[in-house]
Nanobody, 126 residues
């Protein structure tokens, strides 16, 4: 059974940093696509970053470009999200997701992903 488990969320002041981690089990996602989404109260789930290690495809949402960095540890089957210069508007529940689809056409859509973690809360105070 495939499981994605996020960790690393918490409370941080504006301008601070957090590092989220997503641990995958039940499958090795080394050639699949992984992504991070976030959802603030009363809002739809929002795309943050997408990566496919095979082929080196990497895409960030404009709102996080230059501040967030995704990285992967294939032997550990984990995907991390380093978040720097955090802003109050980054406050949300952050979700890790994985897609088994061979193409990347709809990487920005939550429905394109097949597996999801339970989410981790990130709160940025002003």
């Amino acid at each position: 059974q495939v499981q994605l488990v996020e960790s690393g969320g918490g409370l941080v002041q504006a301008g601070g940093s957090l590092r989220l981690s997503c641990a995958a089990s039940g499958r090795t996602f080394s050639s699949d696509a992984m992504g991070w989404f976030r959802q603030a109260p009363g809002k739809e789930r929002e795309f943050v970053v997408h990566i496919r290690w095979s082929g080196g495809l990497l895409r960030y949402a404009e709102s996080v470009k230059g501040r967030f960095t995704i990285s992967r540890d294939n032997p550990k089957n984990t995907v991390d999200l380093q978040m720097n210069r955090l802003k109050p508007e980054d406050t949300a529940v952050y979700y890790c997701a994985a897609s088994l689809r061979p193409h990347d056409t709809y990487y920005y859509m939550a429905t394109w992903y097949d597996y999801w973690g339970q989410g981790t809360q990130v709160t940025v105070s002003s």
